[in-house]
T-cell receptor, first 112, second 112 residues
Framework: DTGVSQDPRHKITKRGQNVTFRCDPISEHNRLYWYRQTLGQGPEFLTYFQNEAQLEKSRLLSDRFSAERPKGSFSTLEIQRTEQGDSAMYLC??????????FGQGTRLTVV | GEDVEQSLFLSVREGDSSVINCTYTDSSSTYLYWYKQEPGAGLQLLTYIFSNMDMKQDQRLTVLLNKKDKHLSLRIADTQTGDSAIYFCAESISDSWGKLQFGAGTQVVVTP
């Protein structure tokens, strides 16, 4: 499978714990995006990378959130001190320098 | 509120045509997209249209763009039960193709 891969698919965590998600983009796609989708809403942009550089962060990305793409390939999104409001689907997408962004299956986070 | 607006629900009979409508606000958007999301899954890119085009046809899908009214529509011909899903309209909001502003989605239910 050469699509965008996200791990884990589901994560249940207790409030206050830290969680980390991983995204493997399509090979040679130099742009990688993170989105958050809550129930009944469309995805909301969080941040994006071009190669290893994080070029933009949404105001939705509080100080508890950090994303990295250390070698310009896979990326991680960490949420510290999770809150119930963090419960959502976290989607990763990648694109080459063209018009199309391809999304992964997402990681569904539930904070209890 | 949303910069991209869609009706929330559409019911259509199998074999009929579906038309999903969307309005957007950013007149500088370069590309406009339609994505499909099935339950528990990520987003599948269906089609997109460049802002200097009025229409694009791709097999059963027809996209119409009215730039003056900032109105986008997706027509699905000969709708099948497998077309039941949530359809998202999205506009590019920068020169980074994957940074998208999504609508809340239109749930399409196809009945036999």
């Amino acid at each position: 499978d050469t699509g965008v891969s996200q791990d884990p698919r589901h994560k249940i965590t207790k409030r206050g714990q830290n969680v980390t998600f991983r995204c493997d983009p399509i090979s040679e796609h130099n742009r990688l995006y993170w989105y958050r989708q809550t129930l009944g809403q469309g995805p909301e942009f969080l941040t994006y990378f071009q190669n290893e550089a994080q070029l933009e962060k949404s105001r939705l990305l509080s100080d508890r959130f950090s994303a990295e793409r250390p070698k310009g390939s896979f990326s991680t999104l960490e949420i510290q001190r999770t809150e119930q409001g963090d419960s959502a689907m976290y989607l990763c997408a990648s694109s080459p320098t063209s018009t199309e962004a391809f999304f992964g299956q997402g990681t569904r986070l539930t904070v209890v | 509120g949303e910069d991209v607006e869609q009706s929330l629900f559409l019911s259509v009979r199998e074999g009929d045509s579906s038309v999903i409508n969307c309005t957007y606000t950013d007149s500088s958007s370069t590309y406009l997209y339609w994505y499909k999301q099935e339950p528990g899954a990520g987003l599948q890119l269906l089609t997109y249209i460049f802002s200097n085009m009025d229409m694009k046809q791709d097999q059963r899908l027809t996209v119409l763009l009215n730039k003056k009214d900032k109105h986008l529509s997706l027509r699905i011909a000969d709708t099948q039960t497998g077309d039941s899903a949530i359809y998202f309209c999205a506009e590019s909001i920068s020169d980074s193709w994957g940074k998208l502003q999504f609508g809340a989605g239109t749930q399409v239910v196809v009945t036999p």
